[in-house]
DNA sequence: ACCAATATGTAGAAATTACTACACATCAAA
DNA sequence: TTTGATGTGTAGTAATTTCTACATATTGGT
């Protein structure tokens, strides 16, 4: 009832990307080659679940997300918290800092990005 | 070639935790009831594939991942940045940083972190 | 009003993933 | 060596996900 399939997901990323779009358009944009017939079906699928909604403009239907991917993320980086961090995030983002190849200006970044969060959160 | 079905992540899961076990004990470890035919078929799946292997002691069957946990959770990683954040690790902590509930003290312990490999990468 | 281009709807097939039932194999103990 | 508990192998079924083919509908220009 919260992750989508990959199909699904190949769909949301361009509605949450570009906005309002037709089939065709959306099958110009896919990241492979796909039949307009079978990209329809996955936005039928979509629909159905309530994942995007859609409104005729001229001869064709618009689709647009319904779910927003902010919730999608978030679902998504709880699932892989619980997958690979006992559930934690803070664990999560542990183990990125640790692992992941960063530049020093990215470093520096989230650094910044941290003490920024620090500051704002206890009262100066 | 890459990812894991759900079915899948969570017999490794167990694997990567708790090292070489035989088919009923991994059906006892598994998150929700599983009957031990189906978790057998999980595991025909993951050899085939490659992603365990086995090995005859006494009766039975032992299990070890053969895929390396890290490797899987750099993937999934991976493709988490290519959904969220056009590819970018570090956009993606940065986004989780700035989205994820976090305690003070975890935000401390992020921020250390941050600045151990800053002081690790350049030349003290 | 008609035609051609563009869209839509639906039934069915293929591929993948997940599960079940049951017959057969192996080891240890009496 | 028979017996029973434990474990394995395999064939068949079900559910989900993905794709295809084709008939039908809608719109704008003539």
Known sequence: MASF??????VMQILWEEGELKPAQIQEKYPRPIKNAALRFQLKILLEKGHVSRRK????????????????????VQRMADIYCQGSCAGLIAELIKTQKLSDEEIQTLRELAETRQAGGTKS
């Open 57 to 76: 403009n001229g001869k064709a239907y618009y689709y647009t997300a319904a779910t927003p991917r902010k919730g999608a993320f978030k679902r998504m």
């Open 5 to 10: 399939t990959t199909g699904e997901l190949e």
